[in-house]
């Protein structure tokens, strides 16, 4: 995600920006937890389980391994990542969807996994109900790109190609947003 911008600086501003976003909301469900726990005790009073549906190492396991460390030392407990790749992110929202509703679990959520998904998969292991949003952590640019030989300077020449004959791509992400993408082109 980070990788994306064009320069150092920017993406050191977007982390910024992130980082103090996230520690807002940390605050805020703190705050918002003791009060309603009451005489239950301070939150939080032991770690908290961050499930990132995707595995280890791509765009929002980065992220959550860059925010981790900060709101571990603002919550002064430990956030544990748990990385659950898989279905193009419902195995691991199916495992938030499911968790205790107590404040120790965090999904990391995204379009896919929320408004992609049911639209692709016929029966879904979660509802959208099963989930309330905490925090707008970032946006991620979708850029697209083409050989330079290839005769199309925009996406409607490029459908018009892909419709003429095959058009082959790669995709950094193998998930329904990217193959449902392709097909429409096609169409």
């Known amino acids: 995600m980070i990788g994306l911008l064009s320069t150092a600086s920017a993406g050191a501003a977007l982390l910024r920006v992130v980082v103090r976003r996230l520690m807002m909301a940390a605050i805020a469900c703190s705050l918002a937890l003791t009060t309603t726990v009451g005489a239950a ?12 549906p995707w595995p280890p190492g791509g765009g929002a396991d980065l992220l959550a391994r860059i925010l981790h460390a900060r709101l571990s030392q603002i919550l002064g407990q430990p956030v544990v990542i748990d990385n659950r790749g898989g279905a193009a992110g419902n195995i691991g929202a199916a495992a938030g969807a499911k968790a205790a509703p107590d ?7 995204y379009s896919a996994t929320h408004s992609i998904n049911p639209l692709v998969f016929p029966k ?32 409607q020449e490029l459908v018009a190609l892909s419709k003429k004959r095959q058009v082959t791509y790669a995709s950094s992400r193998p998930d329904p947003w990217d193959t449902s993408a392709a097909n429409c082109s096609r169409q």
């Open 124 to 155: 879904m292991p979660f509802a959208e109900e099963d989930f309330a949003p905490v925090i707008f952590l970032t946006m991620v640019p979708q850029v697209l790109v083409v050989n330079a030989s290839l005769p199309v300077h925009n996406v």
């Open 103 to 109: 404040g120790y679990t965090l999904t990391f959520a």
């Open 41 to 52: 005790g301070p939150y939080p009073d032991r770690p908290i389980r961050w499930i990132v």
